[in-house]
């Protein structure tokens, strides 16, 4: 037993009497599972074709350093904290309202599915600025809250909404279609270089810079409050 305490990489394998994450069966390491030990660092990867699939049934002890999924469902009955997640197939989904924490890189490819219950929130509390995201699925609630860090990357589809709150920059670096964006108690330069079209788009009166390099439209009356600079492309912008 005290092995396991040790190892830090596990894999799904789905062999146990039921889905659950805290099922120590259900992993290769047979005798923990992972976030079950506080400063264990550990990683956890879930593939695909195994006889279960992941439910998270329980609050970890520990952050993951991070999560890989590349085919199979895994389902959130709790809230995760994670420092990374690569997602290049599969899904994560959500029976209620979730919240999946990111601390430093979030790579989401088409090919994968995240519920609409699932906000999440980008802190940059490990790793180094800027973090990257990529959320080439739609998200349907993203925000970025983290003091003093820097984010870039892109996000194709948010239909709920984008906050930036508490973060020293954001870059958008591609296309992107939101439901809401709301700016606010942020620093640094908040840019999107790709087209942005956007439903309802709110300011507040903090000291960032709002930078639109690409086309595209918002659709309500914007009041630009920031007390930072401002730009606009002329070029495209509606």
Request: net charge negative.
């Amino acid at each position: 037993a005290p092995a396991a305490l040790f190892a830090t990489n596990f894999v799904w394998t789905g062999g146990g009497a039921n889905d659950n994450w805290s099922t120590a069966a259900n992993w290769d390491q047979g005798l923990s599972y992972p976030g079950a030990v506080g400063g264990r660092l550990d990683t956890a990867t879930i593939g695909s074709g195994m006889p279960r699939s992941p439910t998270l049934d329980v609050a970890l002890s520990e952050w993951l350093t991070s999560l890989t999924i590349n085919g199979d469902t895994l389902t959130l009955n709790t809230n995760l904290g994670i420092d990374n997640l690569s997602m290049t197939g599969g899904a994560i989904g959500a029976p209620g309202p979730s919240v999946i924490t990111v601390r430093d890189v979030v790579s989401v490819g088409a090919l994968a599915s995240l519920d609409p219950n699932i906000t999440f929130i980008l802190t940059g509390a490990a790793g180094g600025s800027p973090h990257a995201f990529s959320f080439a699925a739609a998200v349907q609630n993203l925000t970025f809250n983290g003091a003093g860090q820097s984010f870039s990357g892109s996000a194709t589809s948010v239909p709920g909404t984008i906050t930036v709150s508490n973060s020293s920059g954001v870059t958008f670096t591609a296309a992107l279609s939101a439901g809401t964006v709301t700016l606010t108690n942020t620093v640094g330069t908040i840019q999107f270089d790709g087209d942005l079209t956007v439903t309802t788009m709110n300011t507040a009166a903090n000291g960032y810079s709002v930078t639109l390099n690409g086309g595209g439209s918002v659709a309500n009356a914007v009041s630009f409050l920031n007390t930072g600079g401002l730009t606009i492309d002329p070029s495209g912008f509606v």
